[in-house]
């Protein structure tokens, strides 16, 4: 079971830094088995820090995730407010009946503001400004049936004057890749993770590669398993 640890640091001194962790990092539900999930969100530290909640479903369109109202699934509590020490249950239930592909959502969790949160003070000429640092971040949601599987294959192609990698996943549920990197005409792009949802493409600008025809993708899955993949560029 994986753990995510946030911090958001203030500075010069203003604030105290403020943090909390979430365990597991996402909601996975088998429909076969449930229509529930739940995570566990704690506040180690002692600034007090209150959410909002809330849920859109997730797709991918033009190579590009997209996020939408739904109304297919309920998030509990859609606010609540963490004091030092404490922690809180987050559950989502599925209204709707999956079929035999994955369905997906975002849980999104939004600081609200508050006289204990974090300010970074920044001077512009003879201005001041004081700004407000507050977390932001979206948990996945994942409805996997037994039989849904990732296929994903990578290809590239040129668009005007920059390369595009493109993830194509064939198969009827996502891939996460927790290290994702290109090397191409004598350098390295570095694009982190990144999940491809079942039957989309998700389309990563590489920028200028200089008349490069050859691209190695490198990779570590959430298994850990590493592997290189040889793209040509049309």
Known sequence: MKRLILAALATLGLAEA????????????????????QV????????????????????????????????????????????????QVLRVGLLKKGGAAELTYRVFLQQVPSKDSPVETS??????????????MSLPVYVTPPSASPRVSFRAHQD????????????SAHQTYRALS???????????????????????????????????????DTEDREGRVTVTLP
Do not use: C
Not at 72 to 87: C, I, M, Q, W, Y
Not at 123 to 136: H, S
Not at 189 to 198: I, P, R, Y
């Open 160 to 171: 005007g004057t920059q390369a595009v990698l493109d993830l194509v996943n064939t198969g």
């Open 182 to 220: 290109v090397q191409v005409g004598g350098r390295t792009v570095t694009l982190g993770s990144a999940a491809v949802l079942g039957t989309s493409t998700l389309s990563l600008p590489l920028g200028d590669v200089g008349g490069a025809k050859e691209l190695s993708v490198l990779y570590r």
């Open 123 to 136: 001077q512009q000429g003879d201005a001041q400004m004081n700004l407000t640092k507050l977390i932001r």
């Open 18 to 37: 403020q943090s909390f962790s979430i365990s597991p990092t996402g909601f996975y539900l088998n429909p076969a088995n449930t229509n529930t999930a």
């Open 40 to 87: 566990r969100v704690q506040n180690p530290g002692t600034t007090t820090m209150s959410f909002t909640v809330e849920v859109r479903r997730w797709t991918t369109e033009n190579g590009k995730h997209v996020y939408a109202p739904t109304r297919d699934v309920v998030v509990n509590p859609s606010s609540f407010t963490l004091k030092g020490g404490d922690a």
